[in-house]
């Protein structure tokens, strides 16, 4: 069992900055695959970004949205992940969710296991 929860989020200017975290508990968090999701108001819920393990190392995915604009990473020693956001803009604004161990396509939320609450981000023009 794993229990995540997001901090860091909060109202900043269109052009600012913010970066999420994500603490896990459970020893085996450096075993999961690991992402973020996003939800704004009266819309599904979308996907982010995700590490994923594999045999060579990790595979870093982004939304083309976010790309180049967010950054995903992760520190096991500290059981935590983040998600740096740059260049942020009114559209970004939404609910954020950490999610933890994947099976099948990364970017539909019924593949994804363990969540946290969620993180209020609000990006003002």
């Known amino acids: 069992q794993v229990q995540l929860v997001e901090s860091g989020g909060g109202l900043v200017q269109a052009g600012g900055s913010l970066r999420l975290s994500c603490a896990a508990s459970?020893?085996?968090?450096?075993?999961?695959?690991v992402g973020w999701f996003r939800q704004a108001p009266g819309k599904e819920r979308e996907f982010v970004a995700a590490i994923l393990n594999n045999w060579g190392g990790e595979s870093i995915y982004y939304v083309d949205s976010v790309r180049g604009r967010f950054t995903i990473s992760r520190d096991n020693a500290k059981n935590t992940m983040y998600l740096q956001m740059n260049s942020l803009k009114p559209e970004d604004t939404a609910l954020y969710y950490c999610t933890a161990d994947s099976r099948g396509e990364i970017m539909t939320v019924t593949s994804w296991k363990y969540w946290g609450q969620g993180t209020q981000v609000t990006v003002s023009s």
């Open positions: 459970g020893r085996t968090f450096s075993a999961y695959n």
